[in-house]
């Protein structure tokens, strides 16, 4: 079952505040997912947007990927379970499990 791990939160630089995930299996040979709610704006709905990127989350392509999606819900796990059917586990142990 493909899984996700929370690497990393609260990382700046984005239109709001987001998170880094490993994930197995990668997508499109990445194994770090960057996920941030963009909050609504001038009257349009917010949107999760989801990022490939590396482990140091680096990201070399910003269009938004799998599992992006409009709303006012910053649902993280949600957003992995669009993406690639991830589910949340705690620990690497966990991992591919």
Do not use: C
């Not at 630089?13 to 880094?20: D, S």
């Not at 999760?48 to 649902?75: C, F, I, W, Y």
Request: glycine content about 12%; cysteine-free; aromatic content about 6%.
């Amino acid at each position: 079952m493909p899984t996700a791990l929370q690497v990393a939160d609260g990382l700046g630089g984005w239109a709001g505040p987001a998170t880094l995930y490993r994930v197995d299996p990668p997508i499109e040979g990445k194994d770090h997912l960057l996920l941030f709610h963009q909050p609504p704006m001038y009257g349009q709905v917010g949107q999760m947007v989801v990022l490939l990127a590396d482990e140091d989350a680096q990201v070399k392509d910003s269009r938004p990927t799998h599992g992006t999606h409009a709303t006012n819900d910053p649902n993280h796990p949600f957003t992995l379970q669009m993406a690639g059917g991830y589910r949340l586990v705690d620990s690497v142990d966990e991992m591919g499990a």
